[in-house]
């Protein structure tokens, strides 16, 4: 089911989805690139609903030479719907699953700046006051060394020290803080 562009759904979907501005609640959005187009129609069209996208809108790359086709063919796509959410200012992001993102970062250099780099794209796009760092662990879980849905044997420790490293000196230490903290206590009024 496709409940942001299936004509049998998306219409009861929505009205559920607008009834959230009136109880003060936030909607945490989890899409595919494909489509964060619908997403951002839905979101313009309900600026009083808070929307947090997660997953930093889930591209999927690869990151080896027999998948630049397709990988580039992804980040278009996801560029595309990103933008088109970031123009709705009642919209924000979670930069976490970058094992998804981009399978095996955690042990490639070259995977590891290109994860990386669409941190930072993304923190470009909608601004560090849009942006939060979170992480996909919980309490008793079973994901000890994982970031995600891949398995990519970080740390949570060494998953911060990676996002700081990947923005500490791209951004001011406001920004920074924002990106750790800020955002999060922000959207989810903590």
């Not at 891949?150 to 803080?177: F, G, I, K």
Request: hydrophobic residues 45%; contains cysteine.
């Amino acid at each position: 089911m496709d409940f942001l562009r299936d004509p049998a759904y998306a219409p009861k979907f929505e009205v559920g989805f607008a009834a959230l501005a009136e109880h003060g609640l936030t909607f945490d959005l989890q899409c595919a690139p494909e489509q964060l187009g619908a997403a951002a129609a839905l979101v313009g069209r309900h600026p009083d609903v808070r929307v947090i996208l997660d997953h930093m809108g889930k591209p999927r790359l690869h990151g080896d030479p027999s998948s630049a086709t397709a990988d580039a063919a992804e980040l278009l796509t996801w560029r595309e719907g990103m933008a088109q959410l970031a123009a709705h200012p009642n919209t924000f992001v979670k930069l976490s699953m970058l094992g998804y993102a981009m399978p095996g970062w955690a042990a490639d250099s070259a995977k590891e700046e290109a994860v990386a780099a669409l941190v930072r794209e993304t923190i470009d796009t909608f601004g560090a006051e849009r942006c939060m760092f979170s992480t996909n662990w919980w309490a008793g879980g079973s994901m000890a060394n994982s970031d995600g849905r891949d398995d990519v044997n970080v740390s949570m420790e060494a998953l911060w020290r990676h996002y700081h490293a990947w923005v500490s000196t791209h951004y001011s230490d406001e920004q920074v803080r924002r990106l750790f903290a800020g955002t999060a206590e922000h959207v989810y009024g903590i």
